[in-house]
Structures are given as C-alpha cells and as structure tokens.
C-alpha cells in the first residue's frame, strides 16, 4: 500500500514547501537523522524496508539493527567507507507541510558539494555529536551557512543517549555553539536533544530526555514561519526564454523567483530602464490574475519593448542594483586555483556574461573568521573579492535576495563550474571619469602610416625561438619604412613588469597589462610585435578581444621541449634541472597549445629568417602592409 495514501489527490501539491538541509561533521549521524525521518513518518514503502535490512546487514554500522543512513547514502562508495560524499535530496510530506532534505557530506573535502545543499535550503539542522561537542567542521558548516543566506538553525544534539542523556552535556554544547554562532546573523537557533538512531525527540517527545521542554524535531520543521519573508521580497522575473508561439503572441517565460505580480501592473526592464504593462500572465492551465514566487509563468506587455533572455524584470520603484563591477564572497570549488584577472563566464540568474576577478581582497578562515592575505583561492575555500562584467548587469546583494544576489564561475573553454559567489554591493566607477574624444584616431594615423594597425603576437616555450624571429620581423619591417614597435617579454620585466614574479596570478597579470599596451600602441597605427610565452590560451585570447578581429595575429613558434632544453640559450633549462627555478613554463607549469594561430611555425627543419620572412609574408597578404 503507498504510504501517502492517507493524503488526499493533490493535497501535497498545495502545501508549503520547507527546504532544509542536514550538516555537520563527519560521523555527527546527519543520514541516519534523514533516514529515521523518513522512517517516522511512514513514507517508505514495504519493499524498501526489505531492501534497507538487507542492505543493513550488508552495510550497516548499527550491529542487528536497521541502519538509517542507508536510505540516504546511495552510492556504493558511501556505503563501504560509511561517509556520505554527494549531496542526497528526498522528499517526504506530512498532514501539515512539505519537504526537500539535503542531505550534505562532513569532510572537508566536499565542502563544494555542502555548499551546493545549502544555496537552496530555508533552514539547516547543524548536527553534533554529543560526545565530541563543537568541531571545527561544525564551526565550517555553520560559517558557510551564514554566509549563504541560512537564517534558521536547529542544533541537533545527536546520540544523546551515548552520554546517558545528561542535561549537563547537552546545555554545555549549546552554550558553545551560541557563543561561537553569535557574529553570524542566525535569526533563531532552537537546541533540540536527539538520537537519530531510536527516534528520541524526532516525531514524539522522548521520556529519556524529561528535562527538556523544547518541541521535537518534526513539529518544529512543520510550523516554524517560512512564508512572511519570502512574502515580504521585492518582485523579481528573470526571463529564461522569449516564446513565439505564433506571430500574435511574445511571452516572457521564466520563473517568479520573489514578490508577486498581477495583470494590469507595470514592470520595468533593470539594465535598460525600458517600462511597459502587464497584458497577461499565461500558463500552461490558462491565464492567470496574479503570479507570485515559485510560479512559472510567461507575461505578455501592452506594447513592445526591447528583452531578451537573461533580462530581470522588475517593478518600476523597486529596481535592482545594475552595474559592471562588484564586491562578492566567493566559494572557489575546483583543483586549479583561481586566477585573478583572468577572463571567466559569469552566470548570475539566467544572464551569461563575460567577467573577471580583478582582485582577491582577502582570505576567510572559515574556522575563527579571521580575513588573511590573498592572491588566489584553492579549492574549497572562501574569499572576498573584485569583480567586473563586460556589460552592465543587474543584481540584487545576496543579503536582500538569495535567487538575484548569487551567481556561478565558469571556465570558458571546458564550462566547467569553478566557484559559487554571493553579492555583497556593487563598485562603482568615479563619476568624473569618462571617454576622452580624440579628433584623431586610428584609422588617420594608420593611414598616414600607410599601413594597418596590428598585433603581432609570438607565442611557444622558453627557448622556442620567439625573440630571434620576432627581432628578425622587426628589423624587415623596419627596412620597408613601417611603423612598428617591439615589445619583448623580458625586456618589459625591467620596466612596466618589473614588479611581478612568475607565479600563475602574476603571469596573467603581466600578459594583461602587456595587453592594454600594444591596443594603445595600435590605436596609435603601430604594428606591435609581442614576444612572450603567454602560456595560457585565456590570456592570449583576452588580448585578441582587446582590438578587431583582423587586427591580433597569434604566432605559434612551436618547438620540442627537448630541443628547446637542448638549446637553452639562457642556460635556463639547466637551471630547472638543478633546482634554482621553479614554476618554469613546460616542466612544472604548463604550456597551453595555441588551437587555431594565424601563423604556425615549426622551427626544427628551418632557419629564423625563413620563418622571419614566412611571417612577413602573412602581413603583406594580409595587407597590413605594402609588398618589398
């Protein structure tokens, strides 16, 4: 018989929904907790609980009893080293409420994956385990809860009964964590006596902890108040898809994600300003009078206006912030560290934009709070930082808007995620700053020139022989009476660069700024000849994003690494080999191919001067400049 079949057809549908989580630190019993909850309140059916004792027998750590964790930790992985590593969602419903449970993992390891539970929960059930009292894990946990956005918490004080439930233990635990808790803006934090193992305090009030007056687990998940502050936020419509049924029909499609709005009302579009009203509100079950958060809808205007996918609408007097840069708390969750100012995708609601990192301002120890010095963040931990968009952008602080305020970090060449962010405010740029007009540009000094403007830029390995082309290109170039300039990698070390080391930051740092100055030397009609290793693909195509398209020419001077080591003309190869260098390009820091240069030159089978005139050659084709 299914369980449920006490609710009525489609009472669950109707009720609220709580989104909680389990966290804590590892072995604290979050599964078990879960895994009872479902238990207690009677949604597992009877093949599952034929399965479970199997499966308990097999894997349990609870000697001959049934082991609760078990309906939670689904990979083999979880069952055989008995850890949870995923994050485990279930769903069960009661009389009064629904619920969505994340089930979150205790080592530190996987602190992405708790991170990944907690964006979408109301409330977390801070685990402890009697025994041990509060860990450094539980301090991570609780820290990260704070920080995205969880303002309720219940400190479940797990295997109570293992300390022979002794008000004593339970009272000096609260005491510690309320104390550690008190700097981290929790609105409630409810204390509750459990062991998830036998059901004490979860469903009913144990006769073991008579001591304790405080409601039991599962009451207070049905009737603390979630609604009144999701109630209270400020309308806000992502659009996801702009829906062209047939050629009387434009809907806006996307997901209430807070406030309400109603036909008839007017909205405003956030990064343009543009205002319109409210036509119709459409589902799929036909139309409706009014839409409010969790509701998917498309809205149809009175009139056109200018809105595609990624736009935020929003009411007139209640606008988002909008702006190109921004402060925010970062979750870096992938193995490479971050780079600051390398170019990323930033995903912030259903907008896609280009964006960097321009500063890590500081390092959060998770464990005190303290704010340590930072250059990069590894995997797994938080810091604050600068950002900036290629285009304005609307967002609301994280602190007024969780679904707004929040935003992702992707790779631009594997899409692959590398961080979770949460908005603090915006930047703003002084506003006595502006574009400067300039009676002559570009195309009049090039012009008088008598050339095209360009980037030239050499890229390959140490030893590669870039310089020694490059230098040889100049010296044509120079001989047919152009206007170029070269800028060469270890000469601007002694100048512009001078400040920067070889570290992955301060290598995409030298790039930028090598960058920003061949485009003014461009914009000045120069053809620039850049001669650097440049490792890495991101920097070389920010570069190239900096001018027009036929104006960066990536040149791959590709030669063996064993050849280069042969050549070693610096004597720097024999210096990684014996130690004194580290971080070297090739042998412990890598080299990213070019994909698809303009020019690629092997130089194994040919002179420098052939390879010098083979470029010379592209640029007369090209017509950047005149034939010889």
């Known amino acids: ?142 820290y990260i809860c704070s920080l995205l956005g969880i303002r309720h918490v219940v400190l479940a004080v797990n295997k109570i009964d293992l300390v022979n439930y002794k008000k004593e233990t339970f009272d000096r635990i609260v005491d510690d964590y309320v104390a550690f808790a008190a700097g981290l803006g929790f609105t409630s934090i409810v204390p509750i006596p459990i062991s998830a193992r036998h059901g004490d305090n979860i469903i009913n009030r144990s006769g073991n902890t008579q001591w304790y007056q405080g409601p039991c687990l599962l009451h207070y998940l049905e009737t603390i108040d979630i609604q009144s502050e999701a109630a209270s936020q400020t309308f806000r419509f992502p659009v996801q898809w702009v829906n062209r049924a047939n050629l009387d029909f434009r809907g806006y499609a996307g997901l209430v994600t807070s406030g309400s709005i109603s036909a008839g009302d007017e909205i405003v579009v956030a990064t343009s300003g543009q205002t319109a009203r409210v036509k119709r509100i459409v589902t799929q079950d036909g139309d409706l009078p009014r839409a409010e958060a969790g509701d998917a809808v498309a809205i149809t205007l009175e009139g056109e206006i200018d809105i595609g996918r990624g736009d935020l609408l929003a009411r007139p007097t209640e606008r988002p912030e909008v702006a190109d840069q921004f402060a925010a708390y970062l979750i870096w969750t992938d193995h490479n560290p971050l780079v600051a100012g390398r170019n990323y995708i930033l995903r912030i609601g259903t907008r896609t934009v280009p964006g960097s990192i321009t500063a890590v301002k500081h390092r959060i120890d998770v464990n005190t709070r303290e704010h340590l010095a930072a250059k990069t963040l590894r995997l797994n931990e938080i810091g604050f930082c600068n950002f900036a968009t290629a285009l304005p952008t609307a967002f609301d602080p994280y602190e007024v808007n969780r679904k707004t305020g929040s935003f992702i970090v992707i790779d631009r060449y594997t899409n692959r995620t590398l961080g979770a962010g949460m908005i603090a405010f915006p930047l703003r740029r002084a506003t006595n700053i502006a574009w400067q007009p300039l009676s002559i540009g570009k195309t009049e000094r090039a012009a008088q020139k008598n050339q095209k403007p360009c980037i030239v830029w050499f890229t390959g390995l140490s030893g590669a022989g870039k310089s020694t082309i490059a230098n040889i290109v100049d010296q044509k170039l120079f001989a047919m009476s152009c206007h170029a300039t070269l800028l060469d990698g270890d000469n601007v070390r002694h100048g512009l660069n001078r400040d920067l080391g070889f570290a992955e930051a301060d290598r995409v740092e030298n790039i930028r700024r090598v960058g920003e100055l061949a485009k003014l030397m461009v914009d000045s009609g120069l053809i620039v000849i850049c001669s650097f290793i440049s490792p890495y693909r991101a920097e070389r195509d920010m570069v190239r994003k900096l001018v027009a398209k036929e104006e960066f020419i990536e040149v791959f001077v590709d030669t063996p690494i064993e050849e280069c080591a042969r050549r070693d003309p610096k004597g720097l190869y024999s210096k990684v080999k014996s130690g004194k260098i580290r971080n070297f390009t090739g042998i412990d820091a890598p080299y990213e191919t070019p994909i698809t240069p303009e020019i690629h030159l092997k130089t194994v089978s040919h002179t420098p001067e052939q390879l010098a005139e083979a470029v010379v050659d592209v640029l007369i084709e090209r017509a950047i400049v005149h034939g010889r």
Do not use: W
């Open 1 to 142: 018989m299914d369980p449920r079949a006490t609710t009525k057809p489609g009472q669950a549908r109707t009720k609220d929904q709580l989104r909680f989580m389990t966290c804590g630190s590892v072995d604290d019993g979050k599964s078990t907790l879960i895994g009872r909850l479902l238990y207690d309140s009677k949604v597992i059916y009877e093949d599952q609980l034929t399965e479970l004792a199997r499966d308990s027998a097999k894997h349990g750590a609870s000697d001959n009893d049934i082991d609760f964790a078990l309906l939670v930790d689904g990979l083999e992985a979880e069952r055989e080293q008995a850890i949870t590593i995923d994050v485990a969602y279930r769903f069960f419903s009661t009389m009064r409420r629904s619920f969505m449970v994340a089930d979150t993992p205790g080592h530190e390891q996987y602190t992405r994956n708790m991170a990944a539970g907690a964006s979408n929960a109301q409330l977390a059930i801070v685990l402890i385990d009697a025994r041990k009292g509060v860990l450094v894990q539980t301090k991570r946990h609780s």
